[in-house]
């Protein structure tokens, strides 16, 4: 029984990580998408975070979504071609928080030079 449960085990951990890697290589591969953090306020629990994360995943384009609370980002990937920046704050304020685009510290030292 021990190694029956052993091998079930074995198994199970093999198949999750081979999802896990499949994920993450359509999420890094995906061609012609952009990925854009937002400030979040208003979000004041793990359930806030969920809400916004639904409100996202029902937008056309949205190739993936991650709201992190406490830390009150949400860092969306999306297809530009089928949604724009404004579309998203547009849905999470319509949840019912406020966002705005958090610039890339990259870019604004680029703007300075």
Same mark, same amino acid.
């Given at each position: 029984?021990k190694?029956?449960m052993?091998?079930?085990?074995?198994?199970?951990?093999?198949?999750? /990580?081979?999802q896990?890697?499949?994920? #993450?290589?359509?999420? #890094?591969? &995906?061609?012609?998408t952009?990925?854009?953090?937002? =400030?979040?306020?208003? %979000?004041?629990?793990?359930?806030?975070?969920?809400?916004?994360?639904?409100?996202?995943?029902?937008?056309d384009?949205?190739?993936? &979504? @991650?709201v &992190? !609370?406490?830390?009150? %980002?949400?860092?969306?990937?999306? @297809?530009? =071609?089928?949604?724009?920046?404004?579309? %998203? %704050?547009?849905?999470? &304020?319509? /949840?019912? !928080?406020?966002a705005?685009v958090?610039? @890339?510290?990259k870019? @604004?030292?680029?703007?300075?030079?």
């Amino acid at each position: 029984m021990k190694k029956l449960m052993f091998v079930l085990t074995f198994l199970l951990c093999g198949w999750t /990580a081979q999802q896990a890697t499949a994920q #993450t290589k359509t999420a #890094t591969t &995906e061609p012609n998408t952009q990925t854009v953090k937002f =400030k979040v306020t208003g %979000i004041t629990c793990g359930g806030c975070a969920n809400h916004i994360s639904t409100a996202l995943q029902k937008l056309d384009g949205v190739v993936s &979504e @991650d709201v &992190e !609370y406490p830390g009150d %980002i949400a860092v969306v990937q999306f @297809d530009p =071609k089928k949604l724009k920046e404004k579309a %998203i %704050i547009a849905a999470i &304020e319509g /949840a019912g !928080y406020k966002a705005k685009v958090l610039k @890339d510290e990259k870019s @604004d030292k680029k703007s300075d030079s």
